[in-house]
Each structure stands twice: as structure tokens, then as C-alpha cells.
């Protein structure tokens, strides 16, 4: 529908679901590459017209019960959407939201947009001139990875002189050359309501929200025309190929890290039926278990991993294909063959019984509608604006079942084939794009920037270099200034009698089939069976954990006696929704130096292919091919290609794992089944694998022959009675087939071992980590430290390390078992931020609040508690208070603790903090340069990458 005064458009879906959805968007198309649509998006959340404090976004994380709270800057886009199962508080964040996009502070405040966007900063006349901002951080962190380096490097070959072309979040060259000016013309030009998308979804009364938003916001505006559509990009006419260069480090090896790439603009994106056709064409192509391209591009060693895919979320989608760590020169070899296998595909045709298999997980998936922690509302009204946005039907994307429905009857036909040969094959809107690793680049540009803020501020005049220290002075008595308490009471808040009192009961029952153990979480899943098959790895050597991590990658990717692992794949697609394998660990409350550790076989099926589940995991658990050292090689280049971007890309948590597995038993299990010690392994492996191939067949053997037997078995069911029934009349096909017991050792011994260890590499950002455990200390675990949580994640080190410091984010985690850790993500800074650790005793020894503040930071707390649980996660919630020993008065004082919390009880906590700060274990990964001019703070520096 039309707000008939302003043409705003708005779609509403009625929705039997508690979990409500507010999103406003608008089409915000950049011009350039300064990232000032990425900078509104921030700063308009930094004050407004009815909510004037500095940050009511901070504000409502920290005293909403929001289920989703965010905003998202897109290529032609930005959204800001929020999402909350109570109806005050659900009205409450959609007030906030539309004001601070309708009447922000930023024409009030300039301070706003250096803090969040860019400014100069020098602390004195002698020092140096340096650039800061949080949006420059935050995209320094972006492109100081080879991954975020070839996405826009795409971007800006396929979409040249359109402004799919340009860097809406910004590239950290151009954001400096962005004005107040231009910035707050950006917003005056787009974000009217006449330019607005405006979504509700759930459970309410829509005539009550439209009339309240037009009464509040809509009526004060007439109508505007804004020229915001985005055009179609021109056609080329013949392919093209550009190189592009992206920094590794020293410790790297150049002649192995170039990435090949082919991308083909296909778009789709106003045809539902031709984007699922196109997505599942992505999974049979490259992303399945013997998907053909991958297979023959590996099969040829060009590259360590293949990826790439069907991108849409734009007017003009494209398909890529990846070839990551390769050799430059296999450039030929490796296009003819993506080519070739193309020609052979859609000449000879695709398999059928693989279309079939691909559509149906996608059914699956689409009727499961379990998006974790996001609201499901949310992700349909993304899927909306892939079509509304660009004037076509808002629900297109939404009717599944015709989309599904379609799409079977087109596998019988040449449709997926001529996509093949219409957009991959005779397409000339083609690049290939060469992304070339070059040892040092770092420090090249590094130095390029340094020499570039020296000549400016060697052109600057005295009054301009003492204008810049003042500037830099006031910004930060700006930042470090609280907000007014009557702009602060202005935000509208719940009371703590508003907030439920009951903690939500744990769903589980421990029951027996035959001899076995089974925990049933007895669960309307309208008809999905999910069952874990839990194992027992406590046994696991020291020297065994990162074989136990590759196992994981290894079991359902390789051959087992009756399917090739192409075939294994196409029969778990058609008859379930996903099989896969896990481990896991399991801190024990009433130990904290006990863990407990499980390798899971995990499977989600209708009611009716149970049987089939337990006779697939039969066959995968006990008759992988575990020998054929082929597949194992190149399972393991793809592992440790895929393992190394996730440390880089998710740094924060890198950081904190490692700088826990010196402190805590289950921390040094994280790392080294999967962090930097189990990379350490695979770059040990995949380098001379020749030599440890028997050793390593011996090893995963020997750990299958281990978990796989029925005294280490434990059955975890998720589903009604109906279902469970149902398993129980199946678990036998599993079960029988397993040995009874097996000679097992009493596992690894773990004695701390207190570092400070700092891992360098290319990246322009830094992650700094800090571990202790207070139980170790004698303090106990209380309800109180989830509040704690917010307080310092959003008030202490969000002031400290983002606000003040620049960098993109922080947090603080605490854990029942005492392990206690702080983060910081894509920071500019280091030894800076490991001092703000250090001032966390004194901020909570004289930690004030009134009555406000302190409900505001119980609301936060309570809110995470409260996110709505799909049937999956309310079960792996109950699996692990099983295995913790967490039980529902556990939860229901925890909660308590939280609701009568007063500040005394916050003060009271300083001495824990204190005992946590004083186990010493810190890791910082990063920035090179930086971490090597303050190597004296570190006991070990070393190259994050050594290959």
C-alpha cells in the first residue's frame, strides 16, 4: 500500500508470531566512494528531534527487550530494522527508530559525523597528523582481508561508472575526502518519507500502527519527488580482465596465494523463479560434495578452495567462480576448464536426481523457517526488498511453495541447462579478475598514508594545526561527556514490573531406548525430527584434539563403502534437511576444571525418513573411507583455506579463544580443534602431507574406532511424542551396528599456562584480547554479571574502545564456570585498549546509577534471556544444561538476581574483576607494524600465517 500524502510505500503481513518486525528503508544509491551512505546510517542513531541523548541506539541495547536491533548499509540500500516480542517495548524502538531517521541531531552536531564518520586527530602540535572515525576503522577492517579485497574489487570491474561501482560503505582511500556538507546533503536528498520503505510484520493491530505513524511522522511531510531508482547497468559487449594487488605478510608464501576468478553478471533478481534457479545452480555447481566445477578444478591442483556463487541482493546479480590460492600462471588452464566443464554440463545435461536433491533442501529450509536468533520476520522482509526496492512486487520472493513448485517441474526439462548456456556461456558481461598477493603491501600503504598526513599537515598554517589540537580535544570531551539525565529520560523504557518474573523452563527428560541414553526435548517442530547422536570425546589426547577437529570436516565428504561422496550428498539432500557432524565442549558448573567434550552426528528429517537418518549415520560413522589419502589432501587444502579466513575475519573471537586456552580447559579445546593451534596443524599437514598421511589415516581411524560405540553414545531428540515413538522404532538400525564399548585412555591433562602472545599479520586493524577466571580465584558465578555484561559492553569499553577510540567493537563475556574474557574488534589501536582493560576495576568499584539506569541495564540483560527459541535451539539449550549441570532453579536465581539487582551488587563485583585481570593471559592479533613497535608487552610474537 501507499501513504496517500507522501507516497510512502509500506507493506504489512498479519502473522501469528509473538516476535513483531518494524523496518524502514530507503534507496540510498551512492555517487562515490566516501561511504557517506554508511556514515548516515550510523550517525542518524546518534541522537534526534524527541530523543536527543548521544546514543539512544546504545541506549535501547542496553534497556530494550528487543529481539533484533540494528542497521544495515547495502550497495543501493540502507534499512534499520527492530524487532521485540513486547508490544510497549515493540512500540517504544519503532519510535526511536522513525525519529532518528526523520529528525537526527546530526544538523545540530557536527561532532557526530567526525566521531562516527572521519576527522583529523592530533593530541598536540608535535604530534602526528592521523585519520580516525568509526566507519574508517570499521572499513580498514574490511579491506584488510584477500576476501573483502576481491568482493569489491568485483564490484568495481563489473559495475564501473554505475553505483553498484562504488563502495557504499566506503573505501578507506576515499572517506577523508567526504564533507559535512555533502554528508548532510545525502540525507536531506534521500532519507524523506517519499524515498521510504516501511514494513511491519507479527501479531498486532495494523490499523492501530498505521494511524499512530502517520499521525506522528508521515503527516508533517508532503510529497517529494526523489530521483533514487537505480538503473539498469549497461551490457558490455565483450568480457574484460583486470588485476588487482592485496597485501600478505612476510611469513606468507607468494608464489601459492593469487586468487582467479571469473564473474558473469546474470541478474534475476525480479524473477523469483530464475534467482532459486540460479541459487540452486550455485549449490550443484560449486558448493555441494562433488559439486563439477570444484571437482575439476581441483582435480587439476589449480587452488586450495573453490567458491563463489549466485550474488544477489542487488538489481543485477552475478555468478562467480573462485579458485582461491593458486598460482598466477594456471590463469589459462584454470578458465578453460570452468568453460569446458560449463559446455560438458549444459551440452550433456545436469544430473536430475541432483537438481532434485538441491531443491528439495532449499524446500526444506524454506518451510523450516529456523533462522536462529532472527527473527523470521526479519529475514522475509529482507527477501521483500529484493523486489520492492526496485518498483516490482514486495511479496514475489516470499511465495515459496509456487517458486518450489515450479522449479521441480523445470528439472525434467532443458530450463536449468539453458541457464547454463544463455548466462555463463555466451554472456560477454563477463571479468576476470586476478587478485595478485604482494609481501609487505601493508607497510607500503601504511607508509603512503603516514608520508600523505605528513605533507598536509607540513602545508597546514600554525592557526590551522592548533584549530586541529583543539578540535581534537573538544571532540573528546564530547565523547566522554554523558548525555543530560533529562535527554536520557526521554527515551521511553519498560519498568522492572513489566518484565516477566518466571525463567523459562528447560524442555528435557532423560529416557532409555534399550541400553542406550536418550534426552528427549518433547517439542512441537510441525513435523521435523532433529536427532543428535552425541559421543563421548573425553578420551582425546592432547596431541589428538585439531585430528578430532579435521574429523568433523573429513566425515560425509569423503567415500563410504556403498556412495561415492558426490552420491552421499545428493541422497542426504533428497531426503533430509541436512546432515552434519559437530563437536563440541561442555564446561561443568560444579568443576571449573572439568569439561565435557562430544563429537555429534547431527540430522534433521521428516518423521518418515528417521529410518533412513539412522542407516545413513551408520554408514557415514562406520564406513567412511578414511584411507583414501587423496580426498583427505585436498579436504584439507579446502579446511585450511576456509579456517584461515575465519581467523582474520572474525578476529575478535580468535583473540579470545587463544588468549582463554591459556586459562581454561575448554578454551584450549576451542583452539585447538579449531582456532589457531588446529590452523597451526592443517598449515603443518596440507605442507608436507606426503609424509604425515599415514599418521594422520592412523589417527582418524583410531578416534572413529574410539567415539563410535554404544557405552559412548547419547541420543538427543528434539520432536513430539508422535516423532519420538518413531525413533525409538528406528535407533536400532544405528545402534546394533555399533561395537559395545572400546579401550580408552582418561584424555588430555591441561595445566595453565599464563602468555601474552600477539599474532601479526596484514591487516590495517587490531583485535585485543584479555582472560582470566575468577572461580579459580574463589569467587562464584551470579545472575548479576549478565548485567555486567551490558554495562561494560555498552557503556565502559563501548565508550572507551569505539566511541572514544575508533574501533568497530568490543565486548565482554562471562561464564558460569568463571572464565571471563574482553574484546575488541577491528581497533585502530592496541596497547591503548589494553590499558582501558585495566581501568575496568575502577569503573566498577565506583560504578553510580539511579533507580532508571539500573532498571535500564536489568531490561538488557533480561532481554537476552528473553530471545524467542526456535524448536533446534530450545533443544541444544537443554542438551547443554544436561551436560553443564545447569538446571531451572539455576536459571530462575540467576534471574532473580538479575531483576532485584541494585548498584551495590554491581560495586561488590570489582574484586572478581580484579582477580580475572590479574591471570595476566592477553592475545592481540593485527596490524604488523603496531604489534612489532610494542613487541616488549608481549612474552611471544609470531606470524598469525606461516604459509
Given amino acids: 500500500m501507499e501513504h496517500k500524502k507522501t507516497k510512502a510505500r509500506i507493506l504489512l503481513i498479519l502473522a501469528d508470531d509473538k516476535n513483531k518486525v518494524f523496518t524502514i528503508g530507503f534507496r540510498t544509491p551512492p555517487t562515490d566512494s566516501t561511504g557517506v551512505a554508511h556514515i548516515v546510517e550510523h550517525t542518524v542513531l546518534c541522537g534526534s528531534k524527541k530523543f536527543p541523548s548521544k546514543d539512544p541506539f546504545v ?16 550497495p543501493d540500500k540502507t534499512l534499520y530494522p527492530v524487532a521485540s516480542c513486547n508490544d510497549k517495548d515493540f ?27 572521519w576527522h583529523f586527530e592530533m593530541e598536540s602540535p608535535e ?14 577492517g574490511v579491506y584488510s582481508s584477500a576476501d573483502g579485497i576481491l568482493e569489491r574489487s568485483v564490484s568495481k570491474t563489473l559495475f564501473e561508472g554505475h553505483t553498484y561501482g562504488e563502495e557504499s560503505g566506503g573505501d578507506p582511500e576515499c572517506i577523508p575526502d567526504l564533507t559535512y556538507e555533502d554528508y548532510l546533503d545525502f540525507h536531506r536528498r534521500y532519507y524523506h518519507p517519499s524515498n521510504s520503505f516501511i514494513y511491519f510484520y507479527g501479531d498486532m493491530d495494523m490499523a492501530e500502527k498505521l494511524e499512530w505513524l502517520d499521525r506522528e511522522y508521515l503527516s508533517e511531510f508532503d510529497y517529494l519527488f526523489i530521483d533514487s531508482a537505480v538503473p539498469t547497468p549497461k551490457p558490455w559487449t565483450s568480457p574484460r580482465e583486470v588485476h588487482f594487488d592485496y597485501p600478505i605478510s612476510e611469513a606468507e608464501n607468494e608464489q601459492k596465494s593469487t586468487y582467479l576468478s571469473v564473474h558473469t553478471v546474470v541478474g534475476g533478481e525480479l524473477d523469483p523463479v530464475k534467482m532459486v534457479a540460479m541459487q540452486t545452480l550455485s549449490y550443484v555447481l560449486l558448493d555441494m560434495p562433488g559439486a563439477p566445477l570444484r571437482e575439476a578444478l581441483i582435480e587439476a591442483g589449480i587452488g586450495e578452495d573453490i567458491l563463489g556463487g549466485y550474488e544477489y541482493g542487488i538489481k543485477e546479480p552475478y555468478f562467480s567462480v573462485i579458485a582461491k590460492n593458486a598460482r598466477e600462471e594456471e590463469k589459462d588452464e584454470f578458465l578453460h576448464i570452468v568453460k569446458d566443464t560449463l ?34 520476520g526479519l529475514l522475509y522482509g529482507l527477501e521483500t526488498f529484493n523486489s520492492w526496492l526496485y518498483d516490482a512486487d514486495p511479496c514475489m520472493h516470499l511465495r515459496f511453495q509456487e517458486i518450489f513448485d515450479q522449479l521441480k517441474k523445470e528439472v525434467d526439462t532443458d530450463y536449468f541447462e539453458k541457464l547454463i548456456k544463455d548466462l555463463l556461456l555466451e554472456n560477454p558481461y563477463e571479468a576476470v579478475i586476478i587478485l595478485h598477493p604482494v609481501k609487505n603491501l601493508d607497510a607500503q600503504n601504511e607508509k603512503k598514508l603516514a608520508d600523505k598526513l605528513a605533507a598536509i599537515k607540513a602545508g597546514l598554517s600554525k592557526e590551522e594545526i592548533e584549530r586541529i589540537v583543539r578540535e581534537t580535544k573538544e571532540l573528546k570531551i564530547y565523547q566522554a561527556e554523558p548525555s543530560s539525565k533529562e535527554d536520557m529520560e526521554k527515551i521511553p523504557m519498560l519498568r522492572r514490573e513489566e518484565i516477566g518474573r518466571e525463567a523459562e523452563k528447560l524442555i528435557w527428560e532423560k529416557k532409555k531406548m534399550g541400553e542406550i541414553s536418550a534426552i528427549h526435548s518433547d517439542i512441537f517442530t510441525t513435523g521435523i525430527a532433529y536427532i543428535r547422536m552425541v559421543f563421548g570425546a573425553d578420551f582425546v589426547e592432547k596431541e589428538e584434539l585439531p585430528y578430532l577437529g579435521f574429523l568433523k570436516e573429513v566425515l560425509g565428504y569423503i567415500d563410504t563403502k556403498e556412495y561415492s561422496y558426490a552420491n552421499l550428498s545428493t541422497n542426504i539432500n533428497l531426503n533430509s534437511g541436512g546432515l ?3 563437536v563440541d565442549s561442555y564446561p561443568i558448573m560444579e568443576d571449573v576444571k572439568r569439561a565435557k567434550y562430544t563429537f555429534g552426528i547431527n540430522v534433521k528429517v521428516l518423521y518418515d525418513k528417521i529410518g533412513w537418518a539412522f542407516s545413513m549415520a551408520k554408514e557415514i560413522a562406520l564406513h567412511s573411507k578414511l584411507g583414501d589419502k587423496k580426498r583427505l589432501k585436498d579436504i584439507a587444502l579446502e579446511v585450511k583455506a576456509r ?33 589457531i593451534t588446529y590452523y597451526r596443524f592443517l598449515e603443518d599437514l596440507t605442507a608436507n602431507f606426503d609424509e604425515k598421511a599415514d599418521q594422520l589415516v592412523k589417527v582418524l ?12 553414545l547419547l541420543l538427543d531428540v528434539i520432536c513430539d511424542g508422535e516423532g519420538y515413538q518413531k525413533v525409538e522404532e528406528n535407533v536400532n538400525l544405528f545402534v546394533d551396528a555399533l561395537e559395545t564399548t572400546a579401550k580408552r585412555s582418561e584424555g588430555f591433562v591441561f595445566v595453565p599456562s599464563i602468555k601474552r602472545e600477539a599474532f601479526t599479520s596484514a591487516s590495517m586493524v587490531n583485535y585485543v584480547a584479555r582472560y582470566g577466571n575468577f572461580r579459580n580465584h574463589g569467587f562464584q558465578y ?58 575496568i576495576v575502577d569503573y566498577v568499584k565506583n560504578y553510580t546509577a539511579n533507580e532508571r539506569e539500573m532498571t535500564k541495564a536489568v531490561i538488557g540483560a533480561i532481554s537476552e534471556l528473553d530471545t524467542p527459541l526456535t524448536p533446534l535451539s530450545a533443544g541444544l539449550l537443554a542438551l547443554s544444561a544436561y551436560y553443564t549441570g545447569v538446571s531451572d532453579e539455576d536459571l530462575q536465581r540467576e534471574r532473580n538476581e538479575i531483576l532485584n539487582c541494585k548498584v551495590e551488587d554491581i560495586r561488590a563485583l570489582a574484586p572478581l574483576l580484579e582477580a580475572v585481570l590479574s591471570d595476566g593471559a592477553k592475545t592481540a592479533v593485527g596490524n604488523a607494524g603496531l604489534i612489532l613497535a610494542n613487541k616488549e608487552a608481549f612474552t611471544e610474537v609470531e606470524a598469525l600465517f606461516n604459509d
Fill in 782 to 839: 551470579t545472575g548479576v554479571l549478565k548485567i555486567l555484561k551490558v554495562l561494560l559492553s555498552y557503556d565502559y569499553l563501548w565508550n572507551h574502545i569505539r566511541v572514544q577510540g575508533g574501533a568497530y567493537g568490543c565486548m565482554a563475556v562471562f561464564g558460569r564456570t568463571g572464565n571471563a574474557g574482553f574484546t575488541s574488534y577491528r581497533d585502530p589501536k592496541l596497547m591503548e585498549t589494553d590499558a582501558v582493560y585495566d581501568g
Fill in 91 to 117: 512500540q517504544n524502538l519503532c519510535d526511536v527508530y522513525l525519529d532518528a531517521v526523520f529528525h537526527p541531531n546530526i544538523y545540530r552536531e557536527e561532532k557526530i559525523f567526525r566521531q562516527e564518520g
Fill in 580 to 582: 552434519g557432524f559437530n
Fill in 643 to 675: 579456517t584461515k579466513s575465519r581467523l582474520l575475519s572474525a578476529g575478535h573471537i580468535t583473540a579470545l579463544t587463544r588468549a582463554g586456552a591459556d586459562i581454561s580447559k575448554d578454551s584450549y579445546f576451542a583452539d585447538a580443534t579449531r582456532g
Fill in 343 to 376: 559446455r560438458k554440463l549444459a551440452g550433456e545435461g545436469l544430473d536430475k536426481e541432483v537438481l532434485r536433491a538441491a531443491i528439495n533442501m532449499a524446500e526444506f529450509k524454506a518451510r523450516e523457517a529456523d533462522f536462529g536468533s532472527y527473527p523470521k
Fill in 701 to 712: 581411524v583410531s578416534l572413529t574406532e574410539r567415539l563410535f560405540t554404544r557405552d559412548n
Fill in 59 to 74: 541506549e535501547l541495547v542496553k534497556g530494550s527487550l528487543n529481539t533484533f536491533l540494528n542497521a544495515m548499509t547495502y
Fill in 127 to 140: 604530534s602526528d597528523l592521523i585519520y580516525n572515525g568509526v566507519v574508517y576503522n570499521e572499513m580498514k
